[in-house]
């Protein structure tokens, strides 16, 4: 077969496509990843074949072109916006707010794949794909399979708030329905009618265990989560089996990179983990390091390490609930904290305390001396490590993207109708 994987340009949204990619490629099928320009040399470093597709926005640019301000992006680190935040709680959402919610992702869409459509259908009616695979923010994958003829399918990098707050919507029986109509457009362009997979796929890959994720009434194929995380150096001494506990802290490239800092004070957490008997190892940007006053002597601090090799040697982990950082600490096992600050990290976060695997900080005051008790708690408290080792074993029992591979085989011929 031919497969056509497509993704905006950001490494969370990529990453968790790629081992998917090459079991597929490995199985021995054709495939290439379409994404905007500048982000070719992403997917080309990780040994895939990369077709740039239409032209870059850059996401700074695209805050500034709808107008978001510091108190929207507040508002952002509070959690899910309208129309997801419905997901929170279905029984009291609000069709008005949830309308003007889709109104916004419309105006979203425009901003950020606009400039792919034209291209990737240019390409997929060229190239004549079997089976296209697109994370929810890029619906041009749905628009150029469509145009194409071929079966397409949502791969998740996090909670599907997308599908579930998409359920809510329609649960309302009101005609107004920005999204249909979005799509509508394209489909008088490219000769199809709208359907209601263009927003929710004809199937869901989702390579989040079911303690984690909040799921819609659709068809899920379930995956367990294998870590990538770019082009890395794995040091030679985290193969050293460390003295002490070690505790890892890493608040993921977002909150520097879109959200103007972190929602904590770093040297605060420093300071406050100082006198402890633990080796802390945190990861931590150059440029936010050159802020702090002193570096304690428990603690290294690294720009950048290769998560999956630090998770397998770490006793309790600090982070922000991010999927890709969360689950690679959960596949070893190891009690986190989770500080969560955007989108549906809060969402994740609770999930991930509920289970049993660690403590959640949101919607509580965030002070670092909190943080101190509760990685002592993490390290301490048996019931923790017996959750976390719960949780591992879930999502071990996930099938690995190798073994998902005859499953979307014999979904692509039967929603392609029977031809291969």
């Known amino acids: 077969m031919r497969i056509l994987f497509t993704t905006a340009n950001q490494g969370s949204m ?36 990369a077709v740039p597709a239409g032209r870059q926005v850059d996401p700074r640019r695209l805050l500034v072109a709808m107008q978001v301000t510091e108190d929207m992006l507040e508002e952002a680190r509070e959690g899910l916006h309208p129309p997801y935040d419905a997901v929170e709680d279905p029984s009291s959402a609000d069709w008005e707010s949830m309308l003007t ?41 749905a628009i150029a399979a469509k ?23 329609r649960g309302f029986g009101q005609a107004e329905d920005p999204l249909a109509k ?5 489909g008088r362009k490219y000769g199809f009618d709208f359907t209601e997979d263009l927003i929710t796929g004809d199937f869901t890959i989702d390579p989040m265990p079911a303690s984690l994720q909040c799921e819609a009434d659709l068809n899920y194929l379930h995956m367990r989560n294998v870590p990538y995380g770019g082009v890395a150096i794995a040091p030679w001494w985290l193969e050293i089996k460390p003295e002490k506990p070690r505790v890892a802290l890493t608040m993921g490239l977002t909150a520097t990179g879109h959200f103007a800092g972190y929602t ?37 601090l690294m720009p950048y390490i290769p998560l999956h090799a630090l998770a397998s040697t770490c006793s309790v982990a600090i982070n922000h609930a991010g999927v890709g950082t969360l689950s690679t600490f959960a596949l070893h096992g190891v009690p986190q904290l989770t500080l969560p600050y955007h989108f549906d990290e809060p969402l994740i976060g609770r999930r991930f305390a509920a289970t049993g695997a660690g403590l959640n900080m949101h919607g509580i005051p965030i002070d670092a001396d909190t943080i101190r008790a509760n990685v002592l708690r993490l390290l301490e408290e048996p019931s923790f490590t017996e ?18 591979v005859g499953e979307l085989e014999a979904l692509t011929v039967k929603h392609r109708g029977g031809a291969s």
């Open 387 to 404: 959750g976390a080792a719960r949780l591992r074993d879930e999502m071990h029992a996930l099938p690995t993207p190798n073994q998902l």
């Open 264 to 300: 904590i004070d770093i040297q605060d957490v420093l300071d406050a983990l100082a006198d402890l008997d633990v080796e802390l190892y945190a990861t931590v940007p150059e440029d936010e390091q050159e802020k702090l006053r002193s570096i304690p002597e428990n603690a290294l």
């Open 147 to 169: 145009a194409c003829g071929a079966a397409h399918a949502r791969l998740l990098f996090g909670a599907d708030v997308y599908g579930r707050a998409r359920e809510i919507f």
């Open 101 to 141: 919610g889709y109104v916004d992702d419309v105006e979203r869409c425009r901003y950020e794949i606009f400039s792919m459509i034209g291209g990737l259908v240019e390409f997929a009616k060229s190239w004549q794909p079997d089976l296209v695979i697109w994370e929810p923010f890029t619906y041009a994958g």
């Open 14 to 49: 990529f990453q968790p496509m790629v081992p998917l990619a090459w079991a597929l490629r490995t199985a021995g099928h054709e495939v290439v990843v379409a994404t905007q320009p500048d982000f070719v040399e992403e997917v080309t470093q990780a040994g895939l074949t």
């Open 182 to 186: 979005w799509f509508a457009s394209y």
